[in-house]
């Protein structure tokens, strides 16, 4: 009917190609569900559309979100090994 989902319907995602969002995401908890490589040059993660997601992405580009530079850095380098894994199991 009009306003029931249809069942095969996956849930939204959004690609963000960008390292540091990317981190400020892992920073908070939020995580991606899959890793798009269509483009050799450019990897982007696909994140679910939550609330959680679109308030981190929203902060981020606000420059209101706040992370402990320790956190930020060890959650980049976990994401440049998962990059660069990826890669190299092609």
């Known amino acids: 009917m009009g306003n029931r989902k ?7 995602q959004f690609p963000v190609s960008d ?20 483009d050799p040059r ?3 993660f696909l994140y679910q559309d939550t609330y959680e997601f679109q308030k981190t992405v ?6 209101s979100l706040l992370i402990e530079p320790q956190t930020f850095y060890q959650n980049l380098k976990i994401i440049k ?3 660069y894994a990826d890669r190299e199991g092609r």
């Open 19 to 38: 390292l540091a969002l990317n981190t400020a995401l892992a920073c908070e908890g939020i995580f991606p569900s899959t890793v798009d490589r269509k």
């Open 58 to 63: 929203e902060s981020f580009w606000n420059r």
């Open 42 to 44: 450019r990897i982007a």
């Open 6 to 12: 249809n069942e095969n319907e996956k849930p939204m």
């Open 81 to 83: 090994a998962r990059i």
